[in-house]
Structures are given as C-alpha cells and as structure tokens.
C-alpha cells in the first residue's frame, strides 16, 4: 500500500480522519502503523456516547508483542465503533483505510485543522522518519 | 549496529524487519509473525539461532564435572549423542541459566547456552572447571539453524549431505550426532518435531538457500517466541533469573535428586526450597475473557494474595490469550490478571498448551 488516500486527512501520531456528508468524522490508523504493529490481536474500542477530549484516550490496539494507545485526534462524542473487529482485528492490518476504520465521532464544535495534516505534509513526515 | 550472524544478509534479503536482540540484529519477522508461526506448526520454518553459545568441554573429567555443574544428571547420558535440558544454578539455588549438554563420549561434552547470558556462563564453568581436568572451548566461526515442524527433519535431510541423510532421519529425540563438518540434533524450542543444526559459517548460506527453495518457511524471533510460550517453555531472563529456584520456574523437573550423594551446586539451598510450604507456583494460564496477558502484570488470588505473570502473549494456533505466571502457594484454579486496571478472568491450565500441532488444554 504505496498511495496515501487523498480524501484524508492524518495526524503525527499516523491516525486518519475522514469526514461524513453528515459531519461526523471516521477514524482510523495508517497503512504506516499497522505495519509497525504486526499482525493484531484484539482491539480494544471505546463506548458508543463516550465523550472524547483531544489527546485522550480512544482505542487500544494490541499485536502479539505490545499494546499501542490510539488516542483521540479531534474532541466529540463517540457515535459508532467498528463491532467487527472484536472477531477480526487483523482487518485493520488488511485494510487499514477502509474495513479497518475503528471509530465515529461526531465533533463537539468547529475541529481544529491546526493539528491535522493534508496527504503530502503526512507523507513529508514518513519519509523524514524513514530517512 | 549490533553483532550480525552470517545469515544478516539473507535476512534482509527475505524481507525481514530486523531488530536488536541482546546486542544482535535479528530477524523480528519476514511480514507476518502470525503465518511464520502456523508454517512451523503445519510444515516446517528455519530459525537463525546462530547467536546462541556453544561450549565445548574435552578433557578426562568432564562428566565429573558436569555432575557437579548442572543441577540435572549427566550419568543419565550413556549413549554418545544423547542430550538434556538442564539448569545451571548458583549457590543459594538460583538459576544462572537454562541449557542443553550433549554427551559425545568421554571426553567431549558439548553445551549450548543463551546467547545474553554468553559472557556469565562462560566466566561461571571456566571458574567451575579450573580444579578438574576440563578445558572449555567457545565454538567461533559457526552457524547454527532450527529447522522445526511436522515435515522439517524431511525437509532439512537432503540438505544435510546424502551419505548422512539416512542416519540423521534415524535420529531418536533428544539426540545428536556429527554429520561430516555439521552436527545435527534433534531438539528445539517450539513444541514440534525438528533438528538444530551446526555448520561452518561457510556453509549456512547454501543451505538456508535450500531449506527456502523446498518450501521451508523462514521464521524469526516473533514466532520463536509465540511457539515456544504455546510450548511453556522458559525464557531465560523472563520467566526466571538469578533469583529463582527452579522449583518456582517450573523446572522442578530437571533437578535429578537421586543419587542423593551427588553433591551439585546449589543443591543444599534446593534441599531447603523443596521443603518450604509456601513456595510458589509456576503455572500456564489462559484468559477467558477477550484481551491480551502481558510480562510482568499484576495476578490476583482471591484470599491468598498477587502473583505475577511472566511471559504473557497471544497464542496464534488457539486464537487467545496465555500466559506463565508464578504465583502464592495454595490449590485454587482460578484467579484474575489486571489488564491496565480492569480485572479480567484467567484459569489456571496444565502446561503445554499446545504440542506437535495440537492443542493440549481445556478451551
């Protein structure tokens, strides 16, 4: 998985947002982070009506070896978690930008775009790691 | 940049992630721990396990020695090529490290030992061996694989060398032989049938290349440990140390007692352990419910007390959590582990969870 998706947007900490006609906001980790991780084991999700500050935690994701904090990149309340992964983790190692997606949130006001980054500037920050 | 075995470049090769362990670049994987891990326990995967220790002990009394040194028995070793899993311990009974010695003949004894714990062992038998007739030689310059699975000892035969194919297959468990410039022993670390094997530097290549081209899988230090955790096998370092008796790391088992003359060090703290009522437990556990154990998390025994796991992990053949953990004396089957502050239900399991292929506990 070489392209970073266009229609999304990504944090330093290798999380993607993608933003819903109806305002919401899906979220998940890059093609980056799951291949750091390893094959993944269990997910542990949040509750649906959880309300969410920025930085706080969201989700944990645990691969043979460790467990890794995904923590909220925009403030709101939690409106969907993706239930399948309970029985199939490795989805978000399959298809991390798709069937791979782990929460919906609805956002508490106007998101911050400050902290997000526009596909070049993410992949601007891969590449620096890698070199 | 860590030490690199002769095997570094085919890692890379392959396609490895490549990590550092105990001041070696070592494959972690080669893109999937979980599919490297199945290959051993459904055909056969090729470990690099190059970077472990091998010490060769010649001399007129090695087996004197020996009899002294390791906490099992070595009289036991009767047959040139017979081997056994055996502790090495310190005075107050606790454990230097774990290892296997090989019984060539009389005069030679072969031992192989951790690789992070190269430069204590060594130090620990040298000072050991000085009031014997024994000299004890690093092997330098060599390889060493694990060939491990159902199908691995066929696999790896015809890379051993013909004239030697028919022998080496011959081989009973927990045995060895030379094989021309390779020697070939029939043990492991993973709970499957398979050989390890020791070769010239010069020659791994060829044959790591022949083991990938009849489809033996190449596996790294990801799956190693999976495997051996289904197999309740010890990490040295992780599931006992300096400070641990074997009677609390499980390995009760090694420790020969009889004759009961057999003056062995650390025996006399053993003899006071082995009577202490309230000595831990070592012991398999599996979650039940969803989520993974970790090293080091907090055990709890309703009306008796904490614990510890150990080694915590996922185990990819059953699809869930296990874990080795010592825990407080006492006859209960259940506890609970906190699991970054929920308390989750564990049931204590007889060990191995998994052998050859098949799952051995109660799901």
């Not at chain 1, 070896?65 to 403030?75: H, L």
């Not at chain 2, 790591?208 to 197999?231: F, H, I, K, Y």
């Not at chain 2, 309740?232 to 370092?237: C, E, V």
């Not at chain 2, 010592?326 to 204590?348: M, S, T």
Request: with cysteine; proline share 3%.
């Amino acid at each position: 998985m070489d392209e970073l998706p266009g229609e999304l947007m990504y944090t330093s900490e290798h999380e993607w947002l993608r933003r819903e006609e109806d305002g919401s906001v899906i979220i998940g980790i890059t093609d980056h982070a799951q291949s750091a991780l390893g094959d993944l084991v269990y997910v542990e999700l949040p509750e649906v009506g959880q309300e969410l500050d920025v930085g706080g935690d969201m989700a944990v994701v645990e691969s043979v070896k460790a467990a890794s904090d995904v923590f909220a990149p925009i403030a709101g309340t939690v409106v969907a978690v993706n239930e399948e992964l309970g029985d199939d983790p490795e989805k978000i190692n399959v298809d991390p930008y798709g069937d791979g997606w782990i929460v919906k949130i609805q956002p508490g006001g106007e998101i911050d775009d400050g902290e997000l980054l526009a596909p070049g500037a993410y992949q601007t920050l891969l590449d620096e790691e890698d070199a | 940049m860590g030490s690199r075995t002769s095997l570094y470049d085919k890692h890379v090769d392959a396609g490895a992630r490549m990590v550092d362990f105990g001041g070696w670049d070592m494959p972690l994987h080669y893109g999937s721990q979980k599919e490297e891990h199945h290959s051993v326990r459904n055909n056969a995967g090729v470990f690099d396990v190059s970077h472990m220790t091998i010490a060769d002990l010649r001399g007129n009394d090695v087996r004197n020695f020996l009899r002294q040194l390791l906490a099992n028995d070595v009289a036991k070793l009767q047959e040139s090529g017979k081997a056994l899993y055996s502790a090495m311990l310190n005075e107050a009974g606790g454990v230097i490290d774990d290892l296997i010695v090989y019984f060539m003949n009389e005069s030679w004894f072969r031992l192989v030992v951790n690789a992070a714990t190269r430069e204590k062992d060594l130090a620990w038998i040298r000072r050991a061996a000085e009031s014997f007739d024994v000299d004890v030689s690093e092997c330098v310059d060599f390889a060493m694989i694990a060939v491990q699975g159902p199908n691995a000892r066929e696999l790896a035969a015809s890379c051993i060398g013909g004239e030697w194919r028919e022998q080496a297959l011959a081989l009973k468990l927990f045995t060895a032989m030379e094989a021309g410039d390779v020697f070939v022993a029939r043990t492991g670390y993973t709970g499957e049938d398979g050989w390890e094997i020791v070769m010239p530097e010069a020659r791994v290549g060829e044959i790591w290349d022949q083991l990938l081209a009849s489809g033996v899988a190449p596996c790294g230090l990801g799956a190693r440990d999976t495997l051996r955790l289904e197999a309740a096998m010890n990490l040295y370092g992780t599931d006992m140390d300096e400070s641990i008796s074997p009677l609390e790391a499980g390995l009760g088992w090694t420790v020969a007692w009889d004759p009961a003359d057999r003056e062995f060090m650390g025996r006399a703290a053993l003899e006071a352990k082995k009577k202490d009522a309230n000595k831990q437990r070592f012991i398999g556990l599996l979650l039940e419910d969803k989520g993974v154990l970790r090293n080091h998390q907090r055990v709890v025994v309703d009306g008796i007390g904490d614990g510890e796991i150990t080694s915590g992990g996922f185990s990819p053949t059953i699809g869930r959590s296990i874990g080795l953990a010592r825990l407080p004396a006492g006859d209960y089957e259940r506890a609970q582990v906190d699991v970054r502050g929920k308390l989750l239900n564990v049931r204590i399991v007889k060990t191995p969870f998994v052998r050859n292929g098949q799952i051995q506990i109660e799901l």
